[in-house]
Structures are given as C-alpha cells and as structure tokens.
C-alpha cells in the first residue's frame, strides 16, 4: 500500500488533452509583433479561377422603400459590379436578391452584398450601406421589439436610446466609432467589431432597462482618457470606472377588485329598448307623436345647459367672500381704538384736575374754608 502510495506522488501532472488533433499551440499566437485583428485587403490573384457555384441571398423590403430602392439602384447596380457581383429588384414580390457571377473572385463578398441589401431593406441611406463593401466595416442588425412586451415602454425606452434631438444617438455614434440608425423594431449598426459589441451591448441594457444610455456615455468618455495614458495600459480600469446603483422606484399598488360571493344563477336579463319603450307607453305612439316628444326631450336638455353656462359665467363676476380672520382682526383692531380713547380721556381728566389743584389761590381757599365751617356751626346750634 505505501509503494502505491510513493508511486502516486512521484508522477508528473498529466498534461491537458486538446480536442482536435491539430489543436496545438502555435508560435505565432502570442507574438507580440503580429496583429490578430488586421484584416489584409482581398487580391484578386489569390482566386484566379473564380468562384465554382454560384451563391445568392435575398431579401423583403417593406412597401414604403419601394420608391426609395428605384431612385437609388443603378447606384447599387454600379457598386456591385466592381465585385463581380449582379443584383436584382423585384417590386412584383417586393424583394431584392443577389448573386455570384464568373467574375467574381472574392468569397466573402458575397456575405457583404447580403448585408448590403439587409441594411437597404432596414432605411439605411444608399450612400452610407454601400460603405458595408469595405472589408474593416461590419454590420450588426439588433431586434429590440421582443424584449419587451408592452407597448408603451418599448416606445419610451426606444426614445431614451435617441435622446432630445438625437443627442444621445450621436454621442454614442462619436464614442463607439460606429453608425447607428434606430428604425421601427431594428436598431442597424455598422462599424468595427469591437464598436458593434459596445453598441449591443448598451442597446439590450437601454431597453431592457437595467443601465440608461446616458450613464454608457460617461464610461466611455472615462475609457477615452484611461486610454490615452500609457501607464495604465496594462493595469485593471474598473476602480476608475463609476459604478451606477439602480434605484428602486416605488411603484403604485394595484387596487384588487373584490371578488363577489360565486352563485350559480346567471345575473338577471336586462331589459331591451323595446321592453322599455312597452313600459313608458312609447311604443304604441305614432311616429309624429315620437318625433315631437324627442324635440321636446331636446328643447329641455338645451335650456338646461344654457342655464348652466349662464350660471357659470355669472360666477365668475361674484366677489368672492373675505376671509373671517380678516373680521376677527378688525373687530380686535375697532376695540383697540376705542380702549384707547378711553384711557386718552382718563388721563385728560386727571390732567386737567392737576391743574386746578395748581392754580388755587391760597387765601380764597382759608376763606372757602372758613365759612364752610360757620355754616356747619350754626346748624349744629
């Protein structure tokens, strides 16, 4: 057992197993010399002989392009043809097709002139989709109407990604290095592959409505100027970065309907206009007797409604009524007045008592004194 043991320590680590047998690590992968994402423009002498089969793609337009695809074709027609490349419009079934010919030389051109006519299909400009040719330009068609069901979010959402006057469109289209167009349920893109990637990825997060276009703008501006400092090439960007914490909006409750007691009766038949025109008598009324009580019927809904409007003319010519702190306080005001009278009065008086006090006459006063005193004598005698 311990032999075993030994034995199990001392083998080396196995090595991992590659699928393919050609799937083995080449020299060239990790070189940091080579540039794994240049794309080397077609030669026609790479293909001499040509294409074997002959490849087509076609696609619908809807109706409101027609007249726009029959003024802008011979355009189309002359792009494709330095290619190798025929194509055809059939306004009958309303749809655009091309195709490989003997001339043509470059396979992958053919997937181009499919994305070509994709993008003529989907209101992209004549002078911008013809651009798609050019080998460093990509496209990407992204469906927005499934990811959301209801209606209106999906209008609103769709406007957020377009901003006031398209301005978040174009900040995105500055950032990204790409060409946006939002038409209908498809948002067309064309650009490189890694402008293609960002733009998706902000599309599916607007209308999905996890992270608004605008908080994508300043990451990518923050990612701009990271850039541009050398130092930082190799380091991680993401304690740089802004972190967006979605808030929890209080959403309004659902006011539940009550559910009323089951019963297995059906709710009583409600009755018709015949069966009221039977109670009221109106039934059996002749047809000029019909007519006059209508026109009596509308005369009272008339004066009614004029008395109405009359009323509510007339108010707004009524004064309105003051308000009772107003009358509290010119009550306490009118009370003030008169406790102040009052009280100037009081003191008039007291004023005018001292006064005389003041100017009595010291010998008259003896005298008053006197004979008031003779009086009170000769009553008592």
Known sequence: MEHENDGDVSRPPKSKKHRGKHD???????DPNIDHWKIDKFDASWNESGLLEVSSFSTLFPQYREKYLQEVWPNVKSALKEYGISCELNLVEGSMTVSTTRKTRDPYIIIKARDLIKLLSRS???????????????????????????????????????G???????ALEILTGCYILVQGNTVAAMGSFKGLKQVRRIVEDCILNKMH????????MMKKELEKDPALAQENWDRFLPKFKKKNVKQKKVKTKEKKPYTPFPPPQQPSKIDEQLASGEFFMSQK????KKWRDKQEQ????????????EAAFVPPKEPRDREAKSEDNNKDVAAMAMSLKKKAAEFGKQKLSEN??????????????RKKSKRSA
Do not use: M
């Open 213 to 220: 276009p605008v908080y994508h703008i300043k990451v990518l």
């Open 24 to 30: 083995k690590p080449k020299p060239w992968d990790e």
């Open 164 to 170: 006031p006057n398209s301005s978040t469109l174009k």
């Open 360 to 373: 009595i006459n010291a010998e008259a006063y003896i005298a008053a004194t006197g004979e008031t005193s």
């Open 289 to 292: 007797k019909k007519s006059a």
């Open 124 to 162: 992209v400009p004549v002078h911008q989709a013809i651009k798609i040719l050019d080998d460093e330009i990509q496209c990407d068609i992204i469906k927005i109407a499934n990811l959301v069901r209801n209606k209106e979010r999906f209008v609103k959402r769709r406007q957020h990604l377009v």
């Open 302 to 313: 008339q004066t009614q409604k004029t008395a109405e409007n009359k009323r509510k003319r």
